[in-house]
Nanobody, 118 residues
Framework: QVQLAESGGGLVQAGGSLRLSCAASGRTFIWNTVAWFRQTPGKEREFVGRISPDGSGTFYTDAVKGRFTISRDNAKNAAYLQMNSLKPEDTAVYYC???????????WGQGTQVTVSS
């Protein structure tokens, strides 16, 4: 069992940066792929990117490639989403998720709001 909790969201001006954290509980975290998603009202949840269990591999959706970076510190049971050059269209609730399965990710955090003003 893994429990996830995001933090670090807030209000930032366009062009600014934010770093989101995903704190995990549970010993199996280090074995899990971790992903970040985002969702705006009335839209489906959108995949942002993911990181492999050992942190050696990352993958990003085109919309954030070159601006966002996912990292993790397994010793701290944590993952991070560094967001640079933020745009108003990045405004969303951001979620971290862990343990990819054929039916999607098994564990989800509660989300943290990111608002980018123009």
């Amino acid at each position: 069992q893994v429990q996830l909790a995001e933090s670090g969201g807030g209000l930032v001006q366009a062009g600014g940066s934010l770093r989101l954290s995903c704190a995990a509980s549970g010993r199996t975290f280090i074995w899990n792929t971790v992903a970040w998603f985002r969702q705006t009202p009335g839209k489906e949840r959108e995949f942002v990117g993911r990181i492999s269990p050992d942190g050696s591999g990352t993958f990003y959706t085109d919309a954030v490639k070159g601006r966002f970076t996912i990292s993790r510190d397994n010793a701290k049971n944590a993952a991070y989403l560094q967001m640079n050059s933020l745009k108003p269209e990045d405004t969303a609730v951001y979620y971290c998720a862990a343990q990819a399965t054929i039916n999607g990710y098994a564990y989800w955090g509660q989300g943290t709001q990111v608002t980018v003003s123009s």
